[in-house]
C-alpha cells in the first residue's frame, strides 16, 4: 500500500486558502480589492476581535447578479481574465479568482449584493466551502461581504 495519496478537494482547498490568506489582514486587503476593483467609491470596513469573529466590508460599486454572486465563491472563476494573453494586460487589483472562496472556505461567509439596476439583490451563504443558502434580499446597490469566525475550521493557520 502506497503511502502518499491525494487530498479531498476540499482539505486541498483549505491549505490552498492558507496561501492566500495568512491572516486576517489578508483577507481585508483581498476584499477592499474586490471593492476598487468594482468601481466602488465608498468602502466600509468593520472589524471585531483583529478580525477573527468578524470582517466586514461593503461598498458602493457595480455589485453582482444572483448568477455571478454563486460563480464568485467558486474557485478560479473570475470577470477580470479570460486568456493568457490578458495576462499582459492586467488592469484590476485581482485576476486569480482565488480571494472569496479561499476566504468563504475558511470561514462562515455572508456575501449581499445588487446591481444598481436589479429589483433585488442576492445573498449567499458559504460555510467552509459549502453553500448553505442563496435568497433574493433586499438591499442598497453594491456588495456587503460579511466574514465570521476565520480560520475556524483551520488550527494550523490559526496558530500560524
Ligand atoms: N465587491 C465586489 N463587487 C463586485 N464584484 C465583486 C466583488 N467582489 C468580488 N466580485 C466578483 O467576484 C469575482 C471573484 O472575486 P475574487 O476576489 O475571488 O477573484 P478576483 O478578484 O477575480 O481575483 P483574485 O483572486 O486575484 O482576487 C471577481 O472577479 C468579481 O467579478
Ligand atoms: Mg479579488
Do not use: W, Y
Amino acid at each position: 500500500m502506497s503511502r502518499i495519496h491525494k487530498l479531498s478537494p476540499q482539505i486541498a482547498n483549505q491549505i490552498a486558502a492558507g496561501e492566500v490568506v495568512e491572516r486576517p489582514a489578508n483577507a481585508v486587503k483581498e476584499l477592499v480589492e474586490n471593492a476598487l476593483d468594482a468601481g466602488a467609491r465608498r468602502i466600509e470596513i468593520e472589524i471585531e476581535e483583529g478580525g477573527k469573529k468578524l470582517i466586514r466590508v461593503r461598498d458602493d460599486g457595480s455589485g453582482m447578479s444572483g448568477e455571478d454572486a454563486i460563480l464568485a465563491l467558486q474557485r478560479h472563476a473570475t470577470s477580470k481574465l479570460r486568456d493568457a494573453d490578458d495576462l499582459f494586460a492586467i488592469r484590476t487589483l485581482g485576476f486569480r479568482g482565488e480571494a472569496l472562496p479561499s476566504v468563504a472556505s475558511v470561514s462562515r461567509l455572508e456575501l449581499t449584493t445588487r446591481e444598481a439596476e436589479a429589483e433585488a439583490g442576492t445573498r449567499v451563504v458559504v460555510e467552509a466551502g459549502v453553500v448553505l443558502d442563496v435568497s433574493e434580499v433586499g438591499c442598497a446597490p453594491g456588495t456587503e461581504i460579511a466574514v465570521h469566525n476565520l480560520f475556524f475550521n483551520t488550527p494550523a493557520r490559526f496558530k500560524f
